[in-house]
């Protein structure tokens, strides 16, 4: 069955120093992966998608399908990046598509 | 605004009443899904709509909810006979296929406390 794993709840970080958020997936076909984020007060909004293969905010995410991961990683923390991060993967479905999220990891940059 | 719009943005309700929760997507896209947040978890699918058709539904989704896009625009969830373990955040997404994705924005959830 697919599943997103994101095995940490809370990671705390100094300003200024490198992030990595994990996130690992078990899908069968051929994975399409997500980050959304979701700052205080907002809604869930789109980071990155792997298959763009882009740097939004200074963040990248590397599909790897050996470890089937697909880690977030930042080189030099912000504190306006606290956040709660969420990895999504998109399954196939009759006739379209549908997100399955992990649990969330919330960021929290300290100063 | 031209994102996802959901309506209203927080219910609080008495077990035993029906609820009904409104999402109006982005204008062109085509796609529509409802999703359910609960505390500590992330969002979890509970149905699709392409245009008007309903094409998917989770085993969430109970015979007590029921879903609807009537002219392939907006779409409501209507909630019969609430329980209190149908507080949460339902979140609605809209996409349309460009390409080879299907990127879903999300619109803001309406939070329901059932009491």
């Known amino acids: 069955a697919q599943r997103v794993t994101q095995p940490e709840k809370l990671l705390s970080v100094f300003k200024g120093a490198p992030v990595e958020l994990k996130c690992n997936y078990s899908y069968s076909g051929s994975p399409e992966l997500f980050w959304y984020v979701q700052y205080s007060r907002q809604r869930l909004q789109l980071l990155l998608r792997?298959?763009s293969r882009e740097s939004i905010k200074g963040f990248t995410a590397d599909l790897n399908k050996g470890e089937t991961s697909f880690h977030l990683k930042k080189p030099f923390a912000q504190e306006e990046d606290s956040a709660m991060y969420y990895c999504?993967?998109?399954?196939?479905?009759?006739?379209?598509?549908?997100?399955?999220f992990g649990t969330g990891t919330q960021l929290k940059v300290e100063l | 605004d031209t994102g996802v719009s959901q309506d209203p943005r927080h219910k609080i309700t008495k077990r035993g009443q029906n609820v009904t929760f409104r999402c109006d997507p982005i204008s062109e896209h085509n796609r529509l899904y409802w999703y359910r947040q609960t505390l500590g978890q992330g969002p979890e699918f509970l149905t699709y709509?392409?245009?008007?058709?309903?094409?998917?539904k989770s085993r969430l989704l109970s015979d007590r909810f029921s879903a609807e896009r009537p002219k392939g625009s907006f779409s409501t969830l209507e909630i019969q006979r609430t329980e209190q373990g149908d507080s949460a955040m339902y979140l609605c997404a809209s996409s349309k296929r460009q390409g080879s994705t299907d990127t879903q924005y999300f619109g803001p959830g309406t939070r329901l406390t059932v009491l």
């Open positions: 709509f392409q245009n008007e058709a309903q094409l998917e």
């Open positions: 792997h298959i």
């Open positions: 999504a993967l998109l399954i196939l479905t009759g006739g379209g598509n549908k997100l399955t």
